[in-house]
């Protein structure tokens, strides 16, 4: 048989149809295994892909050679696994996407293997791997600063000192401020009740807790770190460290860390109950009290081991800052936010919630609770004798100025060690109280005229204008008995004192052309002479800019009285020229004046004498230009000693230098400001010098001295001025009724009609007596200086006076509208925050007004701005006074 005709040769196992039923069933790709991967012993050992033979069969055609190629590769077109390609593990198979081992690394990252986002997100073994670590450095630093650091000397903190106040003479005035009042007592002198107070406020878990709390240090820390405000977050035994065994009350990262270790330290190594006690003996409870058992001593004049649970739970009250806690209030430093009324507010809901956690957390029975649900009596803040008379005055007056004005903080002065040398004259302080009592002795008699010479205060402020140092203040009876400071903000209005500053501002700018449209009126302006004529009629028709009659939001017409009902010069025009309206101080003039110029000149020129804007009440209304506003004594001699130094304007100051044992710390340095030129400011008190020759000041006329000065009466007769002054010295003087009884929440000024005697009191009676009596002892042995003879000013303007028209149905004349809003609706608002910033707080809308005022003359029928704010005062952070301002 021929070659080309051999049978092929049969595979074993079957014949033909077999052959074909295997031929057909591995040309599938999908289903049949190829061979060499059955797993057989034979597969596994010395063959390979082409049959036992080890020759490649031949194919047919391309679509053969594919199929073959599937069979020996697989339908999927797998890499082939390892030691299964051909030839074996180290065969010279091809298999696609074959992998190929990488060197590891120590740290996988960027990640191998990975691509695109996925190679720079670390993995789960990674982020675990450093958290482990870093963890494990911050336990060995800590470890080892646990371990280094120790527990610091109580003693060598305990180094306050105080701070010593001086007369500008150079001698000393009293040593008190930084004291520190503390005496230690045993835990077992300490009430139960006082430590249990103190851990339900503050840190419940004290006696589990290892001495710090993680949670709050984590905030505080993170807080500081950012810039924010600084927090405590500490414990009672990191408070314990803070006050009484570091010498830093910083509040600094650094300090942070450094308070934390040495509290774990301490709260390792020392016992609980002693570190109460420590806590209890070294925090500061306000009034100089440091420890317990002073707190007791001077906020109720017993010993510690005495206090009852609701005088522990307001003592831990004032563990959160006495400034805003005391009810005696802390106006010196916070006028707006610290006043008595918000403080005993704020000390009584802090005092019941701790008695409440006290109950909740099992330290206090309900019962017993039950008891204290007012606050406790506190005595006197002033128990020091040297803080008597005037002295508690000029040193709160001293203090307020340091912190409004230096970088010398209350902290600073609680320390102590410094040396303030004041602008006080001792012998002035001593005439001018002196004088105030002289005139009350003689002419207030509450026992005699009980309804009437009740609540009288006094209060008084003298200034030199040719440096603004404060010489003098009268603040009260007695800084140990009255504590709040009349010569500082009071809410009592100035009345026609308000009155040179109108005049000043119709000299400075002019008055408006009435013909002329309100933009175009504020650059077409005359300069006003003190021979310019206004009308003095009683019960007259004010005139807006445009000539037309001002009205209220009601649209009534505004008619503005003088004192007494009185009508001023000849009819039918009642022509006056303003000298003559102000020695007689004509309201109607004023009034109509102010409308001229523009209400907003009269307040620039009353801020520009030395005024501060938040003390200006009303400003657009027309009753502003008479005196509705509540400066403080000490302000208003400041402002009218702009005008005795012929314009030069400088702000009140009570401290000279101050010095420590490191040196000069803070000196004052004179900044003068030419506010009105020399023609104006001296035409001002050329007018003023008419008041005290021949008008309403005449009381005021020193021996052999030139004066110059104007009296203020207020609506309602509730407070009486005399502001007055000489080339040397410049005084003010105040008068009120006003209950001072603490216990009160809506005290109010009170009317005066039939005070000392007399059936009104004006700024020509009283005030002006005292000022009298006062100048002509402060200035005795000093030389007489005349004032400089003012240069001619102005134009004479003569203000028609506008007729009184026949009323109509559709036009009302009312003595007294009244304008919504009122400055009765001015209320005060505490914020500790501190300042509650500009910050303890006193502020007056401008909002706000009156009808026709009332000084020396008219008597409105709606109320002034405070006689209805309930507290009587309206202080703000720069409202008018010292204490509520950057100056003092």
Not at 493 to 518: C, E, H, I, N, Y
Request: proline share 6%; with cysteine.
């Amino acid at each position: 048989m021929s070659e080309h005709r051999r049978k092929p040769p049969q595979p074993q196992g079957g014949g033909r149809a077999e052959s074909r039923r295997g031929q057909s069933g591995s040309s599938s790709g999908r289903r049949a295994a190829p061979r060499g991967a059955t797993g057989s012993p034979a597969d596994a050992y010395g063959s390979d892909s082409y049959g036992s033979g080890g020759e490649e069969p031949s194919y047919g055609g391309r679509a053969e050679a594919r199929r073959a190629a599937q069979r020996s590769g697989g339908g999927r077109r797998r890499a082939p696994e390892p030691g299964r390609g051909p030839g074996g593990p180290n065969g010279p198979g091809r298999g696609r996407g074959r992998a190929v081992p990488a060197k590891k690394r120590l740290i996988d990252y960027p990640r191998a293997g990975k691509y695109g986002a996925a190679r720079w997100v670390p993995s789960w073994k990674l982020v675990a791997g450093m958290f482990i670590g870093f963890f494990g450095s911050l336990v060995a630093v800590a470890g080892v600063a646990y371990a280094l650091v120790g527990v610091p000397d109580i003693a060598k903190t305990a180094e306050a000192q105080n701070n010593v106040y001086y007369w500008a003479d150079g001698s000393e005035m009293v040593a008190t401020g930084g004291e520190t009042n503390r005496q230690i007592v045993n835990l077992s002198q300490i009430p139960e009740a006082m430590r249990y107070a103190v851990i339900s406020q503050e840190n419940k878990t004290f006696y589990t807790d290892s001495g710090i709390d993680p949670k709050g240090i984590a905030r505080a820390v993170f807080n500081m770190a950012r810039g924010g405000e600084t927090q405590g977050g500490s414990t009672i035994t990191q408070q314990y460290v803070k006050n009484a065994m570091l010498d830093d009350q910083s509040q600094t990262v650094s300090r942070k860390f450094k308070e934390i270790f040495v509290s774990i330290k301490v709260g390792t190594t020392v016992k609980k109950d002693q570190i109460m006690a420590g806590y209890l003996n070294s925090a500061y409870y306000g009034r100089s009290a440091y420890g317990i058992q002073a707190a007791a001593r001077a906020y109720f004049n017993k010993d510690a081991v005495d206090l009852n649970p609701g005088e522990c739970a307001f003592l831990s009250a004032m563990l959160k800052g006495a400034t805003y806690y005391d009810p005696a209030g802390s106006t010196s430093i916070d006028p707006v936010g610290a006043t008595p009324q918000a403080n005993s507010k704020r000390a009584l809901v802090q005092m019941q919630d701790t008695l409440d956690k006290m109950v909740e957390y099992g330290h206090l029975a309900a019962t017993e609770r039950a008891k204290y649900t007012t606050l406790p009596k506190v005595q006197n803040p002033r128990s020091n004798a040297a803080l008597s008379g005037q002295v508690g005055y000029l040193v709160d007056l001293s203090k307020a100025y340091l912190i409004n004005n230096t970088t010398i903080s209350a902290d600073d002065l609680q320390k102590g060690g410094y040396s303030i040398y004041t602008t006080f004259d001792k012998k002035k302080v001593k005439e001018l109280e002196t004088s105030v009592k002289n005139v009350q002795k003689t002419n207030i008699k509450p026992k005699e005229r009980p309804d009437t010479d009740t609540h009288v205060q006094f209060g008084g402020a003298s200034v030199d204008p040719n440096t603004g140092a404060i010489r003098a203040i009268y603040g009260g009876e007695d800084a140990t008995k009255h504590f709040t400071n009349n010569a500082d903000v009071t809410g009592a209005q100035v009345g026609s004192t308000f009155k040179p500053f109108v005049l000043a501002a119709a000299m400075k700018w002019g008055v408006r052309d009435k013909s002329l449209g309100a933009e175009q009126a504020q650059d077409e302006r005359t300069q006003v002479s003190p021979k310019s004529l206004f009308s003095g009629k009683n019960k007259l028709k004010i005139k807006d800019y445009d000539g037309t009659v001002w009205k209220n939001e009601k649209g009534q017409e505004w008619l503005q009285t003088n004192d007494g009902n009185e009508s001023y010069g000849s009819a039918p025009d009642y022509d006056i020229d303003l000298r003559e309206a102000m020695r007689e101080s004509v309201n109607s003039a004023f009034v109509q004046l102010g409308m001229d110029v523009g209400l907003d000149k009269v307040k620039e020129a009353a801020v520009d004498a030395g005024l501060k804007s938040d003390s200006l009440a009303g400003t657009s209304f027309p009753s502003f230009s008479i005196g509705i506003s509540d400066p403080s004594a000490i302000r208003m001699a400041g402002a009218y000693g702009t005008f005795a130094a012929s314009g030069e304007q400088r702000d009140p100051f009570s401290v000279q230098k101050v010095t420590s044992k490191d040196g000069l710390v803070y000196t004052h340095k004179d900044k003068p400001k030419q506010v009105f030129t020399r023609a104006v400011a001296d035409n001002v008190t050329d007018v003023l010098k008419t008041v005290v020759d021949k008008g309403t000041g005449t009381n005021a006329q020193l021996s052999d001295r030139e004066v110059a000065g104007k009296t203020g009466t207020t609506d309602g007769n509730k407070s009486a001025w005399f502001v007055g002054y000489t080339p040397q010295l410049s005084t003010s003087i105040t008068m009120f009724r006003y209950d001072d009884d603490e216990s009160k929440k809506n005290r109010t000024f009170l009317e005066m009609y039939g005070t000392g005697g007399q059936k009104k009191i004006h700024g020509a009676s009283f005030p002006s007596e005292i000022w009298h009596d006062y100048m002509e002892e402060a200035l005795k042995g000093e030389k007489a200086e005349d004032f400089p003879t003012p240069e001619p000013i102005g134009e004479i303007v003569n203000e028609e006076p506008s007729p009184t028209p026949t009323p109509t149905p559709t036009e009302t004349e009312e003595e007294s509208p009244t304008p919504t809003p009122t400055p009765s609706e001015t209320v005060t608002s505490p914020t500790p925050t501190v300042s509650e910033s500009c910050q303890f707080s006193w502020q007056c809308s401008d909002d706000g007004g009156t009808d026709d005022g009332g000084t020396d003359g008219g008597e409105s029928l709606s109320p002034s701005p405070s006689e209805s704010t309930g507290t009587g005062t309206s202080r703000g952070a720069d409202n008018g006074g010292i204490f509520g301002g950057p100056n003092g």
